[in-house]
């Protein structure tokens, strides 16, 4: 049995046949529609999600299979003080497979160890996200058809954002990768990641405050939002928040084929301005997420 809880438990080849997959599905859905009659895939999520839990539900339903689960730790035992591992062991026998969001990192490798079928990180605290990564190396794959020779910009909350932490640890597997680190002082990128996802392998790196300065050279910039419930306390929260905003005036001396992600949701670091750019992807990427947790959700099963 097979769980996704960190993105390096796929291996480059298996993530291109799942974008190869994903492009399949997008192609032809209806060959899919009946791929997962009668299974049932659960959503466990203790923290809020808009994007992630919906996608992973319209991606089974559009399998043709059902879901159930609940959207908040209150509305479960987890309430009551029930364990994770007893949550996980409960509803690994009413599902045939488990997309689980945590606030505790490390909690969905727990519930994969304890659980009957397999489960899905979806993401944990401030470690990991690795779906969202799959849905983001599906978009840097359609919009520059490939994942080699890219300078890669993230922008904003490097030290909360899972998202950030799986898509560098991604992208540091491909050759001719540069990274460009962009964070206020107190928002970079946590040392292990660093050490083991960049300076391991040699990758060269480059790290600024100044979103400006490093424009011209990105080929893909990825925004992020400050992680507001990271924080232990609001004033560092309202000093931080708007220390990058993206507004087209800043978009005036990047490539033309820049292209600008976002995992959303977006509260203040992108202006509504930049949406109508050509150079903006991230409600393309919100569509691929779909797509991407089709191809997962059939591999994990063992359809494809
Ligand atoms: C991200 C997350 O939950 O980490 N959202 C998502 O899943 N698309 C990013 C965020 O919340 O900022």
Do not use: W
Request: charged letters at 25%; a neutral charge.
């Amino acid at each position: 049995m097979k769980h996704l809880i960190d993105i390096l438990d796929l291996s480059p080849q298996e993530i291109m046949e799942l974008v190869n997959k994903a492009c399949d599905i997008i192609e032809h859905p209806a060959a899919y529609a009946h791929k997962c009659d009668g299974k049932i895939l659960a959503t466990l999520f203790f923290e809020p999600s808009t994007r992630t839990r919906l996608s992973f539900e319209s991606a089974m339903l559009s399998l043709g299979g059902q879901v159930l689960g609940f959207s908040s730790a209150n509305s479960s035992s987890a309430a009551k003080g029930e364990s994770v591992a007893d949550t996980i062991r409960t509803v690994s026998c009413y599902s045939d497979i488990i997309a689980m969001r945590h606030p505790k990192e490390g909690a969905p490798l727990v519930a994969s160890m304890h659980s009957l079928v397999p489960v899905i990180n979806a993401g944990d605290g401030g470690h990991n996200h690795p779906t969202q990564t799959l849905t983001d190396l599906l978009t840097i794959h359609k919009e520059k058809g490939r994942f080699d020779h890219l300078t890669v910009g993230f922008c904003g909350d490097l030290k909360f954002g899972r998202t950030v932490h799986s898509l560098v640890g991604a992208m540091s597997r491909y050759e001719g990768i540069k990274f460009v680190l962009v964070s206020p002082e107190e928002l970079k990128l946590p040392r292990y990641v660093k050490e083991e996802s960049i300076k391991k392998r040699g990758i060269p790196y480059e790290q600024s405050v100044s979103l400006e300065a490093v424009m011209p050279e990105l080929d893909i910039l990825y925004m992020t939002r400050v992680q507001r419930e990271r924080f232990f306390n609001e004033e560092d929260y309202l000093r931080l928040k708007d220390s990058y905003i993206l507004t087209p005036d800043k978009l005036q001396n990047a490539k033309e084929d820049l292209r600008i992600l976002h995992p959303l949701p977006r509260v203040n670091e992108i202006s509504v301005t930049v949406d109508n750019d050509p150079r903006a992807c991230y409600f393309k990427q919100v569509q691929y997420g779909k797509y991407i947790r089709m191809a997962l959700i059939l591999k994990l099963l063992g359809m494809d």
